[in-house]
C-alpha cells in the first residue's frame, strides 16, 4: 500500500528538514515521492510530524525489574482500572509498557543491563511488549570468567572472543559495563571505589577492565559504543570520577549513562553543587564520547540497578523501608523504593543538573534524554521534560516554587535556551537511534522504516508530546488520538556476530564446572519463543 501523509510540519534533523510536506510510506519504509496516486491519504496539517522516537536506557525488563513489582506491586496500582480490578491494567507490566511509549511517539526502546546468565528470562519479558521494536545490553565488567582472563593476562584475543561470545549467547545489542569490579570488591567489604584502586582476588582495577572492554567493543565491530555506568554514581564528587573515565577512554569512543547522578562536585561542607557545566564542556571536547541524562522528576519510584556498592548504601534511605539486595556470582546488585521529595532541596538540585545538562549541551545529538526508567523517575515524565527545555517561562514557573538552592548551586534559573523541534528530535530520535548502530531508524529519509508520529501543534508540549495524534510503526497505524488501535508485536534487535568455536569450547566447561550446566543452558534459543513470529532481527557489526 502507498500512503502519504500530507501537510504537516516534518521535523527531521538529519536531513535538515523543518517545514511544511509530505511524508510517503510503502511496505513498511520511507520513500521517495512516488508520482503516482497514493492508496491512503493521511491530514496532518496543523500537525508536526517525527521519526518515531528511540530509547536507549530504559529499564523494562530483567531480574531485578521483576523484583521491583513484586517488592512495590503498591508502585502499579491503577485505582481507575475498570470494573474495580486495580490490578488489571497494572503499570509496569509489558503491555503497559508497550503502550505508554507508543501513545508517546515512541516506537523503540532498549534494556540496557541483561547479564548473560540471565539473558534468556529478559529476552522472553521483552518479547511480551507489544507495539515496540526492542534490544538489551549484554553486562560485563563483573563477571568471574571474564576478570580471570584479565588475572591472567591472556591477552586482548582472548577478552575480544569471550566479549563476542557473550554477546552472541545473550543475544545483545551491545556491551555494557557497571562499576567495573565493584561487585567483587564490594565482596571484600568496599563501599566506593576508584578507577585505580586494586579489586582484591583479582588484583585488577577498573581502568584496566574497562579498557580491555572498550578494546573488544571496537575489534569486534559493536555499533554502539561501550555503555559505561562510571563508579561513585550519586556521590559528591563523582563528577570526578566521570572525567577520569572519560580521560581513561583515550579517545575511544564511550557513552555515558545517566550523566546527571555523576554530575556533582563536592561542597566544603560535604554536600554537593552542580558539574553540570564541567560535564557539558567535557562532553563538547571530546567527540569520542556520548551521554544519556537520567533525569529526576519528582515523587515516588524504585531504583534498581546492578551496582551493588550504590544499592547497598542507598538502602538507608529507602522509601518505603523495604528494599532487596543480591550479591550473586557475577553483577549482584539490588531494588530499593526511593522517593524525590518535591520541593526537597536534594532533590530539586538534582532535578535542575538534569536540566542544565541538556540546555549547556553543545549538541543535542551526542545528549540523550534519558530518565535512567525508572531510577531518576519514570519515562512518562518525558513530555513534562520536553516541555521545560522548549519553554523558559515553564522552566521558571517550576523553579519558582523551588527551595533557593536550585539558584545558590546551579546555574539553571539563569539559562535562556529553549529547545527547538529540531532539537528535541535530535534528543529523541536521530541521536538515540545513530547511537545504537541503526541507521533504518530514528529519521524520515528514504530507506527508514516507516516508524512516525504526528503530534498536534500546540504551546501546551506536555500534552502534545503525551499522547500523539497518530503513530504508524512499521507504516501501520498503531496509535490514534493518543490510543492504541492495533496491537503488533514488534522484533528485538540483535548484534549479528560471529563467536568463536574455541572460547565456546572453554566457557562451556567453565560454565559446567561453576554451575553444572554447559553453555546451552544460558543461550536465548529460537525454539524458546512463538515459532509463528520473528522475534529477532538482526544488526549488523561496523565494518
Known amino acids: 500500500m502507498l500512503s502519504v501523509i500530507r501537510g504537516g510540519r516534518v521535523v527531521?534533523?538529519?536531513?535538515?528538514?523543518?517545514?511544511?510536506?509530505?511524508?510517503?510510506i510503502e511496505d513498511g519504509r520511507i520513500v521517495e515521492p512516488a508520482g503516482r496516486a497514493p492508496d491512503r491519504v493521511i491530514d496532518a496539517s496543523g500537525c508536526v510530524v517525527m521519526a518515531g522516537g528511540v530509547e536507549v536506557h530504559s529499564h523494562i525488563a530483567g531480574g531485578n525489574v521483576i523484583t521491583s513489582r513484586l517488592l512495590l506491586p503498591d508502585l502499579y496500582v491503577s485505582e481507575a482500572s475498570p470494573e474495580g480490578h486495580p490490578f488489571a491494567h497494572a503499570g509496569g507490566a509489558a503491555g503497559w509498557i508497550g503502550s505508554t511509549y507508543a501513545r508517546m511517539g515512541y516506537t523503540t526502546?532498549?534494556?540496557?543491563?541483561?547479564?548473560?546468565?540471565?539473558?534468556?528470562?529478559?529476552?522472553?519479558?521483552?518479547?511480551?511488549?507489544?507495539?515496540?521494536?526492542?534490544?538489551?545490553?549484554?553486562?560485563?565488567?563483573?563477571?568471574?570468567?571474564?576478570?580471570?582472563?584479565?588475572?591472567?593476562?591472556?591477552?586482548?584475543?582472548?577478552?575480544?572472543?569471550?566479549?563476542?561470545?557473550?554477546?552472541?549467547?545473550?543475544?545483545?545489542?551491545?556491551?555494557?559495563?557497571?562499576?567495573?569490579?565493584?561487585?567483587?570488591a564490594?565482596?571484600?567489604?568496599?563501599?566506593?571505589?576508584?578507577?585505580?584502586?586494586?579489586?582484591?582476588?583479582?588484583?585488577?582495577?577498573?581502568?584496566?577492565?574497562?579498557?580491555?572492554?572498550?578494546?573488544?567493543?571496537?575489534?569486534?565491530?559493536?555499533?554502539?559504543?561501550?555503555?559505561?555506568?562510571?563508579?561513585?554514581?550519586?556521590?559528591?564528587?563523582?563528577?570526578?570520577?566521570?572525567?577520569?573515565?572519560?580521560?581513561?577512554?583515550?579517545?575511544?569512543?564511550?557513552?555515558?549513562?545517566?550523566?546527571?547522578?555523576?554530575?556533582?562536585?563536592?561542597?566544603e561542607g560535604g554536600g554537593f553543587r552542580s558539574a553540570a557545566e564541567r560535564i557539558a564542556q567535557a562532553i563538547a571536547d571530546n567527540p569520542n564520547a556520548t551521554l544519556d541524562i537520567g533525569q529526576v522528576v519528582f515523587g515516588q519510584t524504585v531504583t534498581v540497578s546492578l551496582d551493588i556498592l550504590r544499592q547497598f548504601a542507598g538502602r538507608k534511605g529507602a522509601k518505603p523501608?523495604?528494599?532487596?539486595?543480591?550479591?550473586?556470582?557475577?553483577?549482584?546488585?539490588?531494588?530499593?523504593?526511593?522517593?524525590?521529595?518535591?520541593?526537597?532541596?536534594?532533590?530539586?538540585l538534582q532535578w535542575a543538573?538534569?536540566?542544565?545538562?541538556?540546555?549547556?549541551?553543545?549538541?543535542?545529538?551526542?545528549?540523550?534524554?534519558?530518565?535512567?526508567?525508572?531510577?531518576?523517575?519514570?519515562?512518562?515524565?518525558?513530555?513534562?521534560?520536553?516541555?521545560?527545555?522548549?519553554?523558559?517561562?515553564?522552566?521558571?514557573?517550576?523553579?519558582?516554587?523551588?527551595?533557593?538552592?536550585?539558584?545558590?548551586?546551579?546555574?539553571?534559573?539563569?539559562?535562556?535556551r529553549e529547545y527547538t523541534l529540531s532539537e528535541i528530535a535530535q534528543l529523541t530520535r536521530s541521536g538515540p537511534a545513530k547511537l545504537l548502530g541503526l541507521a533504518d531508524r530514528g529519521h524520515l529519509r528514504p530507506g527508514a522504516c516507516a516508524d512516525v508520529a504526528v503530534y498536534?501543534?500546540?504551546s501546551d508540549r506536555t500534552a502534545m508530546f503525551t499522547a500523539a495524534k497518530l503513530v504508524l510503526k512499521d507504516g501501520v497505524?498503531?496509535?490514534?488520538?493518543?490510543?492504541?488501535?492495533?496491537?503488533?508485536?514488534?522484533?528485538?534487535?540483535?548484534?549479528?556476530?560471529?563467536?568463536?568455536?574455541?572460547?565456546?569450547?572453554?566457557?562451556?566447561?567453565?560454565?559446567?564446572?561453576?554451575?553444572?550446566?554447559?553453555?546451552?543452558?544460558?543461550?536465548?534459543?529460537?525454539?524458546?519463543?512463538?515459532?509463528?513470529t520473528d522475534t529477532f532481527e538482526a544488526v549488523p557489526c561496523r565494518a
Open 12 to 24: 527531521d534533523p538529519t536531513a535538515s528538514r523543518d517545514a511544511v510536506g509530505d511524508v510517503w
Open 109 to 184: 526502546a532498549v534494556e540496557p543491563a541483561m547479564p548473560p546468565t540471565h539473558a534468556l528470562a529478559t529476552q522472553l519479558e521483552l518479547a511480551d511488549i507489544p507495539l515496540l521494536d526492542r534490544g538489551a545490553l549484554t553486562v560485563m565488567g563483573n563477571d568471574d570468567q571474564l576478570l580471570q582472563l584479565l588475572r591472567e593476562r591472556q591477552g586482548g584475543n582472548a577478552v575480544r572472543d569471550l566479549v563476542a561470545l557473550s554477546v552472541a549467547t545473550s543475544r545483545g545489542l551491545g556491551v555494557k559495563c557497571i562499576n567495573a569490579g565493584g561487585a567483587s
Open 186 to 267: 564490594f565482596k571484600d567489604g568496599a563501599l566506593r571505589l576508584s578507577l585505580d584502586d586494586e579489586i582484591p582476588v583479582y588484583g585488577l582495577s577498573t581502568r584496566q577492565i574497562m579498557g580491555s572492554l572498550l578494546d573488544a567493543v571496537e575489534e569486534i565491530g559493536v555499533p554502539h559504543p561501550l555503555h559505561v555506568h562510571c563508579n561513585n554514581l550519586g556521590l559528591p564528587g563523582a563528577d570526578d570520577s566521570f572525567i577520569e573515565t572519560l580521560e581513561a577512554a583515550e579517545g575511544r569512543r564511550i557513552h555515558f549513562a545517566h550523566a546527571q547522578f555523576y554530575a556533582y562536585g563536592a561542597t
Open 321 to 348: 523501608k523495604k528494599w532487596v539486595l543480591n550479591a550473586g556470582d557475577a553483577e549482584g546488585g539490588g531494588v530499593v523504593p526511593f522517593l524525590y521529595r518535591p520541593r526537597g532541596p536534594t532533590s530539586s
Open 353 to 416: 543538573i538534569g536540566l542544565e545538562i541538556m540546555l549547556l549541551s553543545t549538541d543535542p545529538e551526542r545528549t540523550i534524554l534519558t530518565t535512567d526508567h525508572p531510577n531518576g523517575g519514570p519515562f512518562t515524565q518525558y513530555p513534562r521534560i520536553i516541555h521545560w527545555l522548549m519553554d523558559k517561562a515553564e522552566r521558571d514557573r517550576e523553579i519558582a516554587t523551588l527551595p533557593g538552592i536550585v539558584a545558590e548551586r546551579s546555574s539553571l534559573p539563569s539559562l535562556e
Open 456 to 458: 498536534r501543534d500546540t
Open 477 to 532: 497505524p498503531i496509535v490514534e488520538d493518543g490510543e492504541v488501535v492495533e496491537w503488533r508485536a514488534g522484533r528485538t534487535l540483535s548484534l549479528s556476530v560471529e563467536s568463536d568455536p574455541a572460547m565456546a569450547k572453554r566457557a562451556d566447561a567453565y560454565l559446567t564446572d561453576r554451575f553444572g550446566e554447559g553453555l546451552d543452558s544460558f543461550a536465548v534459543p529460537d525454539a524458546a519463543f512463538d515459532a509463528d
